[in-house]
């Protein structure tokens, strides 16, 4: 598999590039001499058992033997209590860094270590649609490109950018794409999850492991064992849980909360972030190693001020996916007001627009300011019977009730139930959304979180 190094995209050269960084071993002694092993992943092992990734098929050989593990300084060898020992240009190590040119030795087989480096150029694609991605601007076409470059690999992707970029839908895209789409597509929210949860969510508990722990669960690495494991807004996690997250990146293993087994998992890792995680390392509130082993492959998504040229294809696309069979005009004025438009919510706040707008039958172009403007956009408002018998404010209260029940009931089933997304989609508090909706009597499956 390509292993790529974290490099970004540089949009200023035509076209892009990424580095693949990858190494070989080639066997210079023992019964297999002349064999020749490309290690293009995180980590690999060494042995004579079959679950090897390197299977050398001689008895002085133990069963796993050693480990290449590539880190922010190089790549790093480990004795993983071998019978006779692991040696290092003849020296015995327990671990050491390996410079190019080096020989491992493994009971009588030899080994020599030749790291290397590719330069792959990233072409823009030339599609306007990409799995659940659409665009034709250049910044999204060069995400397309290096998508269709990386999904069939196994590299770690680190995605960050603003609130509402679509970073989950580049996420599921590579999963989409990859070899691995059949499997499952396991999503945890770092920024959602009580930090007392977050542990048991990613790693799983055995039961009795804390109080609550009524029965043996799962953890999402877990879960997605086969598949890819996407943990959305990684920047909220704890520096605590950080070095459990490094060892299952770095390992491939994990132990569940109050466990003593450790599972092996074979999974993918996309994560993704609004922060600038770079910073937060220079704060000290992110570990640096494990930055670097998420920057494998780096993908800033573009804002939709840097992309506005896709926005009349993104509002075709909304209208035909969220509209179940309603019509939705709009008019030359309102498609001029959603071009112009600063889009601070981004792709997200654009979906919202279009989804509010068919939800109460308006012009989008009036969800984009407040009411009260030209007559053309106060003729598209949705009919209202008024009440002669009720007061200026008591009529708008009515409205407002409408508003919010109908938003409050959308929102909701957007967000699949899960209050917590629904406020951060909503830009709202927490508690103050609760309080809607049991005004409203609007029952959510997630009212027990």
């Not at 974290?6 to 002694?29: D, H, Q, S, W, Y």
């Not at 679950?51 to 069963?63: A, C, H, K």
């Not at 601007?137 to 998508?147: C, D, M, Q, V």
């Not at 804002?303 to 309603?326: A, C, M, W």
């Amino acid at each position: 598999m390509d292993h790529l190094s974290g490099t970004r995209i540089r949009r200023e050269a035509t076209p892009a590039t990424v580095n693949l960084r990858r190494c070989k071993l080639v066997v210079i002694k023992g019964p297999q001499r002349g064999t020749e092993h490309v290690i293009g992943s995180d980590v690999i092992r060494v042995g004579k058992a079959p679950e090897n990734d390197l299977v050398l098929s001689d008895e002085t050989v133990s069963r796993v033997h050693f480990e290449i593990v590539r880190d922010a300084k190089g790549y790093l060898v480990r004795d993983l209590k071998s019978t006779n020992g692991t040696f290092l240009d003849s020296a015995e190590i327990k671990e050491a860094y390996i410079r190019a040119g080096s020989v491992l030795a493994a009971g009588a087989v030899e080994l020599k270590f030749t790291p290397f480096e590719e330069r792959i150029e990233i072409l823009p694609s030339e599609k306007d649609h990409l799995g659940e991605m659409v665009g034709r601007s250049a910044p999204i076409r060069e995400i397309f490109g290096l998508i269709e470059r990386i999904a069939h690999t196994d590299a770690t992707v680190l995605i960050e950018g603003e609130t509402g970029t679509g970073k989950d839908v580049i996420a599921r895209t590579l999963h989409q794409l990859s070899p691995r789409g059949g499997a499952p597509f396991i999503v945890v929210d770092c920024g959602a999850v009580a930090g007392t949860l977050i542990e048991s969510e990613l790693f799983g508990h055995e039961k009795g492991s804390f109080t609550g722990a009524v029965a043996t669960r799962q953890g999402a690495f877990e879960l997605a064992s086969g598949g890819t494991v996407f943990l959305d807004e990684l920047g909220e996690l704890s520096l605590d849980l950080q070095p459990k997250l490094l060892r299952v990146l770095e390992q491939r293993e994990l132990r569940r909360v109050g466990g003593t087994r450790t599972m092996k998992v074979d999974l993918r890792v996309i994560a993704a972030t609004r922060k600038d995680l770079r910073s937060e390392v220079e704060k000290g509130k992110f570990r640096e190693d494990l930055y670097f082993r998420l920057n494998v492959v780096p993908i800033t998504a573009p804002t939709l001020r840097d992309r506005r040229e896709d926005i009349p294809l993104l509002v075709e696309h909304f209208i035909g996916k969220l509209s179940d069979g309603q019509t939705l005009t709009i008019s030359d004025s309102t498609r001029a007001a959603l071009m112009a438009h600063d889009w601070p919510g981004n792709v997200r706040e654009l979906r919202n627009v279009i989804e509010r707008a068919i939800a109460l039958g308006a012009d989008p172009g009036l969800l984009l300011s407040p009411l009260g403007g030209d007559s053309a956009r106060a003729s598209a408002l949705p009919t209202v019977d008024f009440d002669p018998s009720l007061s200026f404010r008591d009529t708008k209260e009515k409205w407002n009730e409408l508003f919010e029940r109908r938003y409050l009931t959308w929102l909701l089933r957007r967000a699949e139930g899960n209050i917590s997304k629904a406020a951060r989609d909503a830009d709202m508090d927490r508690k103050y959304l609760h309080k809607l909706l049991r005004k409203y009597a609007i029952v959510s499956a997630a009212e027990d979180e």
